[in-house]
């Protein structure tokens, strides 16, 4: 089936440092991806987001950027700081307005140390 | 602008017993989608409710069931409980506008079954 996968489990980074949080996709007609921090306890937060009509999206510290060619979406965090520790999820937006649903990868945990 | 809310925070049931949660999106928010998340699978999609209706539907037994009320406002039930349906639940809100839309989780309510 389709689904949409992370490349590492764990990233371990110091304080400072950029991160670079790494997904494959499998569904080539996903017009829309969204990633998401969950810390414990809480539910997942929306971080960024990007269409398809799109390579590469900034916000606040974070950038994502898509690969449509190779099906590979990636979110850089710059300047690393410890609350950015959390787990990270990209999603795929699948559905139209008979219905709609976010397919989520397995997560990536990024630990910062100070 | 209020967020996602649910409750209860926390629930702890026995195998055979049945469960219902609840959920209120942001207000102005139409859409209500809930997800199970767990160690092994990840977060996975369950159902999706507008204007009282379920518009789409994940891939999980007929034992999960939910609704939606005029308020918007969702409800899950888990009926006939196994140890497996230990999970956190997620309520995630969109408005729904008629475009692609980003979906914004409550805190869950995690749910034990002993």
């Known amino acids: 089936g389709e689904s949409v996968g992370l490349h590492l489990p764990t990233l371990s980074v110091q304080e400072g440092d950029n991160s670079i949080i790494n997904c494959a996709y499998s569904?080539?007609?996903?017009?829309?991806f969204i990633w998401y921090k969950q810390e414990s306890g809480k539910g997942p937060q929306f971080i960024i987001d990007?269409?398809?009509?799109?390579d590469k999206r900034q916000g606040q510290r974070v950038t994502v950027l898509l690969n449509k060619t190779v099906k590979h979406l990636s979110l850089q965090i710059a300047a690393t700081q410890p609350g950015d520790s959390a787990v990270y999820f990209c999603a795929e937006y699948v559905g139209d307005e008979a219905g709609t649903a976010l397919i989520f990868g397995k997560g990536t945990t990024l630990s910062v140390s100070s | 602008k209020a967020g996602v809310t649910q409750t209860p925070r926390y629930l702890i049931k026995t195998r055979g017993q049945q469960v219902t949660l609840s959920c209120s999106p942001i207000s102005g928010h139409r859409s209500v989608s809930w997800y199970q998340q767990t160690p092994g699978q990840g977060l996975q999609f369950l159902f999706e409710?507008?204007?009282?209706?379920?518009?789409n539907k994940g891939n999980f037994p007929g034992r999960f069931s939910g609704r939606q009320f005029s308020n918007s406002r969702s409800e899950m039930n888990v009926s006939t409980l196994e140890l497996g349906d230990s999970a956190l639940y997620l309520c995630?809100?969109?408005?729904?506008?008629?475009?692609?839309?980003?979906?914004?989780f409550g805190p869950g309510t995690r749910l034990l079954v002993l």
């Open positions: 409710y507008f204007s009282e209706t379920q518009r």
């Open positions: 995630a809100s969109s408005l729904s506008s008629g475009g692609v839309e980003t979906q914004y």
């Open positions: 990007i269409r398809s009509n799109m």
């Open positions: 569904n080539s007609a996903s017009d829309y």
